[in-house]
């Protein structure tokens, strides 16, 4: 059993960054590929970027590619996202989440484990 904790949310103005931290305890996190997904208020949860178990491979959502980047360190057990140029539709709960399938899918059906979130608004 993973538990995921997401850290580093707040209030930004527009254009302004923040990075996410999910740490993972209970089990081998390099043994999951990870995923950043967030949901709006009324608004289904998407896929935001998600990393494969190693680091070498990445998917980002159009509405996000060339601002945000996925990242991790095995050794830390933490994955990271470092969202730049943040505009004010970017404002959700921001969820991390573990698939043991080694898919890098972006199907949030797919991943076995999620955090509690954390909270990401932008203002205008």
């Known amino acids: 059993q993973v538990q995921l904790v997401e850290s580093g949310g707040g209030l930004v103005q527009a254009g302004g960054s923040l990075r996410l931290s999910c740490a993972a305890s209970g089990g081998t996190f390099s043994r999951y590929d990870m995923g950043w997904f967030r949901q709006a208020p009324g608004k289904e949860r998407e896929i935001v970027a998600c990393i494969n178990w190693s680091g070498s491979s990445t998917y980002y959502a159009d509405s996000v590619k060339g601002r945000f980047t996925i990242s991790r360190d095995n050794a830390e057990n933490t994955v990271y996202l470092r969202m730049n140029s943040l505009k004010p539709e970017d404002t959700a709960v921001y969820y991390c989440?573990?698939?043991?399938?080694?898919?890098?899918?972006?199907?949030?059906?797919?991943?076995?484990?999620w955090g509690q979130g954390t909270q990401v608004t932008v203002s205008s």
């Open positions: 989440a573990a698939d043991r399938a080694f898919s890098l899918t972006v199907k949030r059906g797919d991943y076995d484990y």
